[in-house]
């Protein structure tokens, strides 16, 4: 059973930074690559970034690209999300997932276990 839990969260002016983390369960890396969604009040949930399978690659919706940043370490089993010049419209709940090889990295369907999710909120 893989157990994911954010945190990070919070409520941050417009421009500032948060970085949120996904606490994964025993060998989570070794079976599933990581992604980070996030869903806004009445609207679907969305892609925001991801690893590739084997780790080396990283991918981005086109409106955080420059601004967000997918990490991990390892030894902690935890995936981070560093989110710099933060907007109002990226006021949301995030949350990460894991997906099994194979998997579409964009699509929430494909992710076979979620976080409870932690808010962001940017005010302007």
């Known amino acids: 059973q893989v157990q994911l839990v954010e945190s990070g969260g919070g409520l941050v002016q417009a421009g500032g930074s948060l970085r949120l983390s996904c606490a994964t369960s025993?060998?989570?890396?070794?079976?599933?690559?990581m992604g980070w969604f996030r869903q806004a009040p009445g609207k679907e949930r969305e892609f925001v970034a991801a690893?590739?399978?084997?780790?080396?690659?990283?991918y981005y919706v086109d409106s955080v690209k420059g601004r967000f940043t997918i990490t991990r370490d390892n030894a902690k089993n935890t995936v981070y999300l560093q989110m710099n010049s933060l907007k109002p419209e990226d006021t949301a709940i995030y949350y990460c997932?894991?997906?099994?090889?194979?998997?579409?990295?964009?699509?929430?369907?494909?992710?076979?276990?979620w976080g409870q999710g932690t808010q962001v909120t940017v005010s302007s």
């Open positions: 997932g894991a997906r099994s090889r194979g998997r579409s990295i964009y699509a929430r369907n494909d992710y076979a276990y």
């Open positions: 025993g060998r989570t890396f070794s079976s599933y690559a």
């Open positions: 690893f590739s399978w084997s780790g080396s690659s990283t």
